[in-house]
């Protein structure tokens, strides 16, 4: 299975900043995912980010709150801007098993306090 | 949206008893697989089973799958207070595509 990091691995931040999160995994992979946790809640996507295409946003998700960047096969970034009280929550990424398996592996996630 | 219910939403154990959780959908399925998470860091997987199987086990976990029901349920056998966590039922077709997941059944094992 592949490893996935991500950066930071929580962060407090003030109302109106934005923050850009990084995924990086050690093999690659043609999809990557990000979902929100937020507290005691379960998991939410918020978009699929395929190498070389623009990210596809679920909905309730834009791309002007959730910016998404997929520069290669290993690496993906989610900004969360102009951030409020409510974008305080728990970010996964997450990225394709390949073609063998219809698992998913997820990151360790990124826990966001926002002041 | 997710995808269906889960119960219970929390669950004490003692040491050592089984733990039963449950997990219902709504739409036709692929597969559906556990996800287990600890103390709200990242998901481990844990188990996948096809729609086409009625049972798997791996280890000290059993799931079943009853799809005329839409139902699924996690067994694990033998608790220990390491299995402390919150535990998932998610949906999909395939590793390239979304992943929906239950609200989560919360459980305690307690020493």
């Known amino acids: 299975s592949a490893v996935i990091s991500q950066k930071p691995s929580r962060d407090i931040c003030q109302r109106g900043t934005s923050l850009t999160i990084q995924c990086q995994v050690d093999?690659?992979?043609?999809?990557m995912f990000w979902y929100r946790q937020q507290p005691g809640q379960s998991l939410t996507l918020i978009a699929t980010?395929?190498?070389?295409?623009?990210?596809?946003?679920e909905s309730g998700f834009v791309i002007d709150k959730f910016p998404i960047s997929r520069p290669n096969l290993t690496f993906s970034t989610l900004t969360v801007s102009n951030m409020s009280p409510e974008d305080s929550s728990i970010y996964l990424c997450?990225?394709?098993?390949?073609?063998?398996?219809?698992?998913?592996?997820f990151g360790p996630g990124t826990r966001l306090t926002v002041l | 949206s997710q995808q269906g219910e889960e119960d219970p939403q929390a669950l004490s154990i003692q040491e050592g008893e089984n733990a039963t959780m449950n997990c219902s959908y709504k739409t036709s399925i692929n597969n559906l697989q556990w996800y287990r998470q600890n103390s709200g860091r990242g998901l481990v997987h844990l188990i996948l089973i096809r729609s086409n199987e009625r049972e798997k086990h791996s280890g000290r976990l059993r799931v079943t799958l009853d799809t005329s029901k839409k139902s699924s349920s996690l067994l694990i056998t033998a608790s220990r207070a390491a299995d402390t966590a919150s535990y998932f039922c998610?949906?999909?077709?395939?590793?390239?595509?979304?992943?929906?997941f239950g609200p989560g059944t919360s459980l305690s094992v307690i020493p």
């Open positions: 980010a395929n190498q070389g295409s623009e990210a596809t946003y």
């Open positions: 998610a949906t999909g077709k395939t590793s390239y595509d979304k992943v929906i």
């Open positions: 997450s990225v394709d098993g390949g073609p063998s398996t219809d698992t998913q592996y």
């Open positions: 093999s690659q992979v043609t999809m």
